[in-house]
């Protein structure tokens, strides 16, 4: 028999990020399994689906849109809106008869049924300046009654579980690693593939370096771009720096120093690229580089590898876990040694075809399919014991 899952959807509404991808894969791969009838929330709203991309609900952000537009003037509008948001929730719980809630974003909405949450990282204590303040003083404001409460805890990786097992008093029974997936829509492609997306991106295959992530300091790419201005002239004439990217926090400023490197032509900012452009983007890559300086999983190296790409990747947090050796790693502060990292990977051909091969192999051990597999334990053994 099937049962009842809600997934607080709510993510999805903005740009997509990695906590929203993970809402939409590990949705989709659970419901593929047949075990679970899946309903979706969307701020305010109930949908009798898995998460769904943020295509299909326009009429949800379009509705988001229209009270950001007028909250400035509504007193207590955040107290307001966390207040009609837990009713229309509650009441949803209530009408879908949902047996076993899970929060993809860390923090439950509400209480009145069985709760699983993923905690991602605790990237918000280990560098709190690299957060907004409100962010911080949510978090650490809710986390601890969420962590209390949840039946049970996933984490996307061991480094993310030991993190929060030695920061916080939660029995261990109760925290499961369940690693993310790698979508089937990474893969290597051939030059003629990869021609429409690259052609729009006045890019060539297998003539760029490039580096994925949310713009934000975190994700350290400032320091990316400190390593490519250190290597030898006739590399970057050669394969100029993509960088990729959604707005995060304090964007601006990357922003604007990322276009005036952009102004040299060795840079080029994309922005923001689509799930349909994606994978194109990795597989025409020759390298690629990820220097954050803390991951709780790190799906974009995976990516690469899967996308048939060499990958350097920072020697920080989780990342040397899921890398497993198949991708060289860098020290995410020095510049001048991952700038040799670089250029001794660019101009090796042996090298990069063992990272390729490498890279390959591991990224095939990360499916979806077992993500979903792992959660779908974990959501029997709450039902269980709740029952």
């Known amino acids: 028999m099937t049962f009842r899952v809600a997934f607080n959807a709510t993510s999805l509404l903005a740009p997509l990020t990695g906590i929203g991808n993970y809402t939409i894969q590990l949705g989709a791969a659970l419901a593929e399994t047949g075990e679970i009838d899946p309903f979706s929330f ?35 509008k955040r107290e307001l809106r966390s207040l009609q948001q837990r009713t229309a ?6 009408r879908h008869a949902i047996a076993l809630y899970h929060e993809p974003n860390y923090v439950p ?19 709190p300046e690299m957060h907004p303040k409100d962010r911080i003083r ?3 404001q809710r986390m601890p009654q969420a962590l209390e409460r949840a039946a049970a805890v996933l984490t996307d990786s061991e480094f993310v579980r030991r993190e929060l097992l030695q920061t916080f008093p939660v029995a261990p029974g109760r925290v499961h690693t369940a690693y993310l997936g790698v979508s089937a ?6 030059e003629a593939e990869t021609l429409p997306t690259l052609r729009a991106l006045d890019l060539v295959h297998g003539r760029y370096l490039l580096t994925v992530g949310t713009i934000e300091p975190r994700k350290n790419v400032a320091h990316v771009l400190a390593a490519y201005a250190r290597l030898p002239q006739t590399l970057r ?7 990729a990217g959604a707005k995060g926090w304090r964007a601006p400023d990357l922003e604007r120093q990322l276009r005036v490197l952009a102004a040299s032509g060795h840079v080029r900012f994309l922005g923001h690229i689509s799930g349909e452009q994606l994978p194109s983007l990795y597989a025409g890559a020759a390298a690629f580089v990820f ?16 996308s048939g790409v060499p990958v350097m990747v920072s020697d920080r947090a989780s990342l040397p876990e899921i890398a497993g050796g198949a991708a060289a790693l860098l020290d995410p502060d020095d510049p001048t040694g991952t700038a040799a990292r670089i250029a001794a990977i660019l101009d090796d051909d042996d090298a990069r075809a063992r990272y390729v091969r490498l890279g390959r192999a591991r990224a095939a051990r990360f499916s ?15 039902l269980r014991l709740s029952g």
Do not use: Q
């Open 42 to 76: 969307y701020g305010f709203r109930w949908r009798h689906e898995a998460p769904t991309a943020p295509s299909s609900a326009g009429a949800a952000r379009t509705r988001l849109r229209l009270r950001d537009a007028v909250k400035p003037f509504v007193p207590f």
């Open 89 to 94: 929730f509650a009441r949803g719980l209530r």
């Open 109 to 127: 909405i509400g209480y009145d049924v069985p709760v699983v949450i993923t905690v991602h990282d605790l990237s918000w204590i280990r560098y």
């Open 138 to 140: 949510w978090l650490t």
């Open 185 to 190: 829509n990474f893969r290597p492609r051939s």
């Open 237 to 243: 004439d050669a394969y100029p720096l993509v960088v």
């Open 291 to 306: 220097a954050s300086l803390y991951e709780g999983f790190g799906l974009p190296p995976l990516e690469a590898m899967a």
């Open 368 to 382: 979806w399919s077992a993500c979903a597999g792992a959660a779908l334990e974990v959501y029997r053994e709450t």
